[in-house]
């Protein structure tokens, strides 16, 4: 077998086995055309914090326009054991189904559907793993970048993560990161791919590879005058990286340039930020601006601004693009309604008791426009007046009065798109947007206030009367 890159991951086959050997089961009892629905949802906030950032909608969707097996995908699997017509069926194969999402950018919260996918059996199945791997990764990218604007006191943002990226992960790590609030990223390819300036300043081993910082700083200045960020703390940062950029700040000058910024990346970043910008000023440089990384995240950049430190841009690799300290969202897609009957899956534990029939989502605003809470209903339900608490019967929550809208629309019909993909600078400025309502105390780091997600009575008591059910018949 040749080894080749695995860079064409358009082909069906990026899924789990599992799925084709269901789908193999069902053709083989003529079940493939029973119509089925799967609900996207995740169960904990990412982060320990109130809100997740939805994203990757625009990219799932484009792959299931093109959900299909190559031949070469067919003579693969003829190794697998199947049977020959469920090979021609797959060879046919195309996604054919009904998607109602929640629109990307949108702040979203546990246990409510984001997606819905109707289908055939074959085909709502197919598409699961592709989604959840889009899904629940971007949505941790872009809530972790999100996390990080809301501290960034307007501050630049840039995405620095390839490198340290869960491998080709990068470019969706870039495109989540822009989703979130960041506005340029040094990866190349993903600032061609989804339209953002691709930004850079210097590394270490370019000042090193001269014997004397001065000269690599001139060189390199020269060379790219434009956007020219140098980084100060190869030797000595206050001693040698400020005053030696300094000095060429003022030879640009006199060439008509502009010295765009210095960077730091390492040490005690508030208080060199602090001297740097006294040094700078005092030098009549005050247009210099102070770039610093060097294993940022929110609390980090949080707490510069609370030193003081007066910093204009950050750039953020790691935390960000590995959505550390979380490994992932926990998204699942679980299965709703099969041949026109609500389905449930049981748990011991209620709240891993999932969802039955198909739903919509009300979220509810006060007068200012802030979100209040969201409610899930069952389709065809008006927005409801009242929400019980999901898992505590005693405990509702009245809505009458508030405005609501219903945050599941449908965005591709039996397999075509209903609308053009969004940019995905139009989804940020959503995101920014839909966040701005939600108030303070859901958005604080420590002990978020809880959004509520309620149930209507009537998607209530079909869950309980389902459980009831099934509990009977196990007995
Ligand atoms: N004033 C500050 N307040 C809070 N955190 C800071 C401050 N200055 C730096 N940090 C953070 O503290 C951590 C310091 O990490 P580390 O000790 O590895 O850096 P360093 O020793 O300065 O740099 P390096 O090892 O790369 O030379 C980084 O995550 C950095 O962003
Ligand atoms: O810390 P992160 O948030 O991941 O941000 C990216 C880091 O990557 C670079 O370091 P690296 O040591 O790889 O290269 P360098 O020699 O250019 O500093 C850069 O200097 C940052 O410190
Ligand atoms: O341009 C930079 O300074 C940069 C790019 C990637 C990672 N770290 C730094």
Request: aromatic content about 10%.
């Amino acid at each position: 077998m040749q080894h080749t890159f695995a860079t064409d991951l358009t082909s069906a086959l990026y899924t789990d086995m599992y799925q084709l050997s269901m789908a193999h089961s069902h053709f083989n009892y003529n079940r493939h055309n029973e119509q089925v629905a799967f609900d996207y949802f995740y169960r904990k906030q990412p982060y320990n914090g109130g809100f997740a950032v939805f994203s990757g909608l625009g990219e799932v969707l484009m792959l299931l326009q093109e959900f299909k097996f190559s031949s070469n995908d067919i003579d693969w699997l003829h190794n697998t054991g199947f049977k020959e017509e469920f090979l021609e069926f797959l060879r046919g194969f195309r996604f054919r189904g009904t998607v109602y999402s929640m629109r990307e950018g949108e702040v979203v919260f546990p246990q409510e559907p984001l997606v819905r996918v109707q289908g055939n059996l074959v085909e709502a199945q197919l598409v699961e793993t592709v989604l959840l791997n889009y899904l629940n990764f971007q949505s941790l990218i872009a809530t972790k970048a999100a996390r990080i604007k809301l501290v960034a006191r307007g501050a630049t943002l840039s995405e620095f993560g390839l490198r340290r990226a869960q491998g080709l992960g990068g470019m969706q790590a870039t495109r989540a990161a822009i989703t979130g609030g960041f506005t340029s990223t040094s990866n190349v390819l993903g600032a061609k791919v989804y339209g953002v300036p691709a930004v850079g300043t210097i590394a270490h081993s370019y000042i090193q590879s001269y014997k004397e910082e001065l000269a690599a700083f001139r060189d390199f200045a020269k060379v790219n005058p434009q956007g020219c960020v140098l980084l100060v703390d190869t030797y000595d940062t206050l001693k040698s990286g400020v005053p030696n950029a300094i000095t060429v700040a003022k030879e640009m000058e006199q060439q008509g340039h502009k010295l765009m910024g210095i960077r730091l990346d390492s040490g005690d970043l508030a208080y060199l930020a602090k001297q740097a910008r006294q040094q700078l000023d005092a030098a009549g440089l005050s247009y210099v601006k102070i770039v610093v990384s060097n294993q940022l995240d929110e609390h980090i950049v949080k707490s510069l601004f609370d030193q003081g430190a007066p910093i204009d841009i950050f750039g953020v690799g790691t935390s960000l693009v590995t959505g550390k300290p979380d490994a992932a969202l926990d998204g699942v897609y679980k299965l709703s309604m099969a041949n026109n009957e609500p389905r449930l899956k049981l748990s011991e534990n209620i709240k891993k008791t999932t969802l039955p029939g198909l739903k919509q989502v009300y979220r509810y605003h006060d007068s200012a426009g802030n979100f209040i809470a969201d409610a899930v209903a069952l389709d065809g339900e008006c927005a409801p007046a009242m929400i019980q608490h999901p898992y505590e019967p005693d405990k509702s929550m009245q809505l009458k009065g508030y405005q609501s809208e219903p945050l599941l629309q449908p965005v591709m019909q039996h397999g075509s798109l209903l609308m053009k993909p969004t940019p995905i600078l139009e989804v940020a400025d959503y995101a920014a947007s839909r966040l701005s309502r939600l108030t303070d105390e859901y958005k604080r780091f420590e002990n978020p206030h809880i959004y509520k997600v309620g149930l209507s009575k009537k998607l209530y008591d079909l869950r309980t009367e389902l459980r009831n059910k099934y509990k009977k018949d196990s007995l």
